[in-house]
């Protein structure tokens, strides 16, 4: 259910001592180098003529509405990207920490390119049209957001979504073609793409107030995803507050005409019958669309409260789940749940991809789904059944008085996890014998049943945490090679369910703590990354990589360790360490893989056979953030695109900075 700042974003930034500080690892050198994981490949396939694969324009937030972030465009390529320089760098002018003045912002924007423009949504949620060769400001539209009062204490916007009427009179008229945003307050803007005026006639002047509709329960409502887009129908889900309130909002999606604005569906994950007691399994990560079918999936998170469900011990089968609906009506195709009866903030996190995967020796249309525990769910398309074997495989059952945690989880037997998913004390990690030994203690301290472990009054081990895994960056899948492409972090927290009456604020809520009230609740629920006292993670490195999944076989065909700190000065972390990341790749057919996501103020390129990486490039802070690329028709250029941000919950350097590369004028286009 987590909206944009992600759980860690706020687990780690409301506490002053929250951050992954990684200040001892400078200098460090007690690890031996981690080997890279490599798998024999296998044969290309010629897909030239699938829609997934022959996208060239970066036209929405996964590149295509597929979700595929796949450009077919390669004129950098591994052989020349390490010219790759600046063309141009864009400033939005917002950056806060969070003051009494101004909520906290957070930089994570992917930029699409239509009309022959770049579009970018700010932190405030001004939307900004820039010249895609220069990053020159065209125009700028302000929907006049609050500077406080933000859900989460926080301004983020991942990305805007491009309409344009079929007609090509009506194409040529004012709002012809639009820009929609949904605003992080709950409002939905439609603005004209030349020349960023609100269309007057789309609801009240341009705006549709959704919070002023039946959400169905308490609490704030809030978006952090841009709309997906099937014809003229402009599809919006939410962001919830999470731990907070029993009957949290209803996870409610919406298709609105994209002329009007008026509502031509609803759609609620939460059964009637239900609704009244328990809300939530909203879609806040991005939505993706089949254009040929007509069909919209939607990744749903947990039902509310997210680690607690003695209210909810009813099913619930479209939480947790990959759910596709008409794009035109809202009715249900079909659905797959991925993890039952949440009581782990297991949302699914991101975009699901639709891809055209070889499957026994057919091509098969499948959707790749990835989560937070670190599997990789692929369904068939057309019927939502796995296409890799999935079992049923028993879990622990709950300690909680009235809890009752689902005795088994579906686990699919490829691809293998991407992230570790089990960990005992005595595999605590420190770099030093008295750190380890802090973390062997803190770990050993906990309930500890494996993957799936439910809260409980004693505290229980989360691994992978509540970052995941894998979060909101997603999949990047390339046709010709088959091969999926993902990062992932690998943190071990802990949760613990407090009684109300035992909970004393001065004693537990201590710096490294998240607290979350649970109202109606008999408990407090404490999160917390568990971290030696020198801030060093207690499970064993890496803790980030980047996988290759060759989706022919489901085997990895490579995985490294992927991602960095900052420590400050020459030094960053090591690199066979990993660490977390947030933000996502790209692929491109010039053989290349695109991604910020580290913490490092690198932005990178790696081979996509081999994992290895060719260049990377200093960014003004870390680029948590998806990078996209497109080619600009006037003058032919190829351009890689990435918001360089930092991230406040890992407490790195902040920047308000969209940086654009490019090959030099003296490299010859292809």
Known sequence: MLPSPTRADIDLRLTPAGGVAFSVLAGIMLLGCSEQKTIAPSPRVAVEDLVEGTATGWPSYGGQPSGTKYSALDQINTGNVEKLAVAWTYNTGEISTGTPQMDATIHQVTPIYANEKLYICTPLNRIVALDPATGKEIWKYDPGKPATGMMYGSHVCR???????????????????????????????????????????????????????????????????????????????????????????????????????????????????????????????????????GWVFLPTGSASYDTL???????????????????????????????RHDLWDYDLPAQPTLATIEHHGRMVEAVLQPTKTGF?????????????????????????PGERASPTQPVPTL????????????????????????????????????????????????????????????????????????????????????????????????????????????????????????????NPPPWGQLTAIDMKTGQTRWQIPF?????????????????????????????????????????????????????????????????????????????VVVAAGGHGGFQTKLSDAIVAFALPDTEKAR
């Open 309 to 339: 469900g003695t209210n909810r011990l009813n099913a619930i089968p479209m939480a947790n789940a990959v759910v596709v609906l008409d794009a035109e009506t809202g009715q249900l195709v079909w659905s797959y749940q991925t993890v």
């Open 563 to 639: 991602g960095r700190v900052d420590l400050g000065g020459p030094v960053d972390s090591l690199p066979h360490w990993g660490a977390p990341n947030q933000g996502g790749p790209i692929i491109t057919r010039g053989g290349l893989i695109f991604i910020g996501a580290s913490l490092d103020s690198r932005f990178r390129a790696y081979d996509l056979k081999t994992g290895e990486e060719l260049w990377s490039h200093n960014v003004p802070s870390p680029a948590t953030a998806t990078p996209m690329t497109f080619r600009h028709t006037p003058n032919g250029k190829q351009y």
């Open 159 to 293: 990305g805007v979504s491009y309409w344009e009427a079929a007609d090509p009179a009506e194409r040529a008229r004012t709002c012809g073609r639009r820009i929609f945003q949904a605003v992080s307050n709950g409002v939905l803007v439609a603005v004209d793409a030349e020349s960023g005026k609100p269309c007057e006639e789309f609801g009240a002047g341009g705006r549709v107030d959704m919070t002023a509709l039946d959400n169905k329960g308490e609490g704030p409502l809030g978006n952090t995803s841009p709309p997906a887009i099937f014809r003229d129908t402009v599809i919006v889900g939410s962001a919830v507050t999470d731990n907070k309130y029993e009957d949290s909002l209803d996870g409610i999606v919406r298709g609105f005409d994209a002329r009007t604005g008026a509502v031509k569906w609803n759609w609620n994950p939460i059964p009637s019958e239900l609704s009244s007691r328990t809300g939530a399994a909203n879609t806040w990560a991005p939505i993706s669309i089949d254009t040929k079918r």
């Open 376 to 400: 990789l769910f692929v369904l068939d398309r057309q019927t939502g059944q796995p296409l890799f074997p999935v079992r049923d495989m028993p879990v622990p059952a709950s300690d909680v």
């Open 415 to 538: 691809p293998a996890p991407v992230t570790s998913q089990r960990l005992s004390a005595d595999d605590a990690f420190g770099v030093a014998l008295f750190d380890r030994n802090e973390c062997r203690k803190k770990l050993a301290a906990l309930r500890n049943d494996g993957l799936f472990t439910p809260p409980s009054l004693k505290g229980s081990i989360l691994h992978p945490s509540f970052l995941g895994g894998t979060n909101w960056g997603g999949v990047a899948y390339d046709q010709e090679s088959g091969l999926a492409v993902l990062n992932s972090s690998n943190l071990v927290a802990s949760v613990t369910l407090m009684p109300r009456e035992s909970f004393d604020p001065t004693i537990h809520a201590r710096p490294r703590v998240a607290t979350y009230e649970m109202r109606g609740s008999p408990y407090v629920m404490l999160r917390e990354v568990q971290l030696s006292s020198l801030g060093v993670p207690c």
